[in-house]
């Protein structure tokens, strides 16, 4: 994986800073809970790799389904660079573009799995395919010139399965793509990942909701959450019934509204990480430390953020 530069990141972040606050016009109190979900409300999920989704928010996606309201997700990338999947599929480190491949053909059925049992319809399974380990050099150094995968050797979508398949692999077509999705959803309830996540593809496509929510005036909609929280979180690892998440170490000083799960949302939740079979197969103690009885979403990116 390739090492980013700072500035362009800061650059985001201030970027993003502004439009946070132009847009932050309600009081911090009325911003931080989620908003009520019913038959109105159209939440879409924006997750960087296949199961993201599901870790974060399944909770919230059962409970919109069955309030009759619309769920959907985007994925950003199809996970085809997961280095230990494909260590384990090769027995090699040098990987064949088309091992990788298939393996995002095989995150993408799980996805599919995974989200319907969540109760998400294919019209709403969205996948982008843009790279796995390269969004963030994407919003940055690949603006216009087009970004080449390492793992897939694609330097545009090559998936057919994905919305927009030749879309090349820079940031003005990975904005447009997720623009499209914008127009496509009509979210009333946007779930991004926080800029403040470890993995620079969640921090990317946090900052790319927060600037393309906010030329389609609907940034106030977007809530924050975190996979990758900090060393050794969520505490402990594995399965714990009916227990709470804790806040990640990363997320300090964001304030988070916990969303409960009902006991037979918690199970569901189970039922669709278990559905990520490549995954299990070589992170289950840290994917089962998200099925716990609350999940948490903060209602800014990023501390500093806060209106003034
Ligand atoms: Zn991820």
């Known amino acids: 994986m390739r090492l980013m530069s700072a500035s362009p990141t800061a650059a985001l972040l201030a970027a993003a800073a502004l439009a946070v ?3 932050a016009a309600a009081p ?3 911003v931080q809970s989620l908003p009520r979900l019913d038959a109105q409300t159209s939440l879409l999920v924006v997750a960087p790799h296949p199961d993201d989704e599901t870790l974060c928010c399944a909770g919230v996606i059962q409970r919109v389904v069955r309030a009759g309201g619309r769920a959907s997700i985007v994925w950003i990338t199809s996970g085809d660079a997961s280095e230990l999947d494909l260590l384990l599929i090769e027995k090699s480190p040098f990987v064949k573009p088309a091992t990788a491949r298939d393996l995002a053909a095989t995150r993408m059925r799980e996805a599919r799995a995974a989200t319907a049992r969540l109760g998400v319809p294919a019209a709403g399974q ?11 050099s994407l919003l940055t150094d690949h603006r216009a010139r087009p970004y080449t995968s390492g793992f897939t050797g694609a330097a545009a979508v090559p998936y057919p399965a994905a919305l927009f398949p030749g879309h090349p692999y820079t940031g003005e077509s990975l904005e447009r793509d997720f623009a499209a999705v914008l127009a496509r959803t009509h979210p009333t309830l946007i779930l991004a990942p926080s800029p403040r996540d470890s993995h620079p593809d969640h921090r990317a496509a946090g900052l790319l909701t927060v600037a393309v929510s906010t030329r389609y005036g609907v940034l106030s909609g977007v809530r924050y959450w975190i996979v990758h929280g900090g060393e050794g979180w969520p505490t402990p690892r594995g399965l714990l019934p009916g227990v709470p998440l804790t806040a990640a170490p990363r997320s300090h000083a ?8 009902e006991p037979a949302e918690e199970d569901r939740k189970l039922q669709a990480v278990r559905a990520y079979d490549t995954q299990m197969r070589t992170l289950a103690p840290f994917l089962l430390a998200f099925v716990r009885s609350t999940e948490l979403f903060a209602s800014l990116p990023e501390p500093q953020l806060a209106p003034q």
């Open 21 to 23: 606050r132009a847009g």
């Open 28 to 30: 911090a109190e009325a």
């Open 126 to 136: 969205l996948f982008l395919g843009y790279p796995d380990r390269g969004v963030l």
């Open 254 to 261: 964001l304030a988070l509204a916990a969303f409960a799960l």
